[in-house]
């Protein structure tokens, strides 16, 4: 099973970016699907969460700017990222829960002021 995230950057704070997470061994679907990020120096923290019946679920500080969505057909998670803070600054990581946890490696994003 491996997990790869892509997309992140550097932007400025009010703009966007799309991440993804491409899986491959195993199917998103019908899993618990998540991003997680972990700023320098801090623990790492939920960001959105997409469970097998297509509910969502995110963390406070993201609400109302970011989605997880999924693509089955590609077997792909997204995390659609809008109106970027300086704190939303991290490495974002894909997780997905199949009676094991696994792990992607993360993507750096940088949010600038």
């Known amino acids: 099973v491996q997990l790869v995230e892509s997309g992140g950057a550097l932007v400025q704070a009010g703009g966007s970016l799309r991440l993804s997470c491409a899986a491959s061994?195993?199917?998103?679907?019908?899993?618990?699907v998540a991003w997680y990020r972990q700023a320098p120096g801090m623990q790492r923290e939920f960001v959105a969460r997409?469970?097998?019946?297509?509910?969502?679920d995110y963390g406070e500080s993201v609400k109302g700017r970011f989605i997880i969505s999924s693509e089955r057909a590609k077997n792909m998670v997204y995390l659609q990222m809008n109106s970027l803070k300086v704190e939303d600054t991290g490495v974002y990581y894909c997780?997905?829960?199949?009676?094991?946890?696994?792990w992607g490696q993360g993507t750096q994003v940088t949010v600038s002021s």
């Open positions: 997780r997905l829960v199949a009676g094991y946890s696994y």
């Open positions: 061994g195993i199917m998103l679907s019908g899993n618990h």
């Open positions: 997409l469970i097998p019946n297509g509910d969502t």
